[in-house]
């Protein structure tokens, strides 16, 4: 059951990623992808974590707000 949830969560992770945009943007280079979230990373490793997390929980927060389903119903 673990693996089932664990798989689960790797798969809505990637789901963010495409929903992101970055696989077209990057056209599907995973090293750049790849280096662009260990520069994700080292920033939450600076003294102001805390604040980058709140602006992107913020930016994250209002883009799903913002969505617009396929129904054209703003979720």
Do not use: C, P
Not at 2 to 29: F, M, N, P, S
């Amino acid at each position: 059951m673990k693996r089932r949830e664990r798989t689960r969560h790797l798969i809505e992770l990637g789901g963010l990623v495409q929903k992101a945009g970055l696989v077209d943007l990057t056209h599907d280079d995973r090293a750049a992808l790849y280096g662009a979230f260990l520069s994700l990373a080292t920033m939450l490793k600076a003294d102001d974590a805390e604040h980058t997390l709140a602006l992107w929980r913020r930016g994250g927060r209002r883009a799903f707000e913002n969505e617009i389903g396929s129904d054209g119903v703003r979720r």
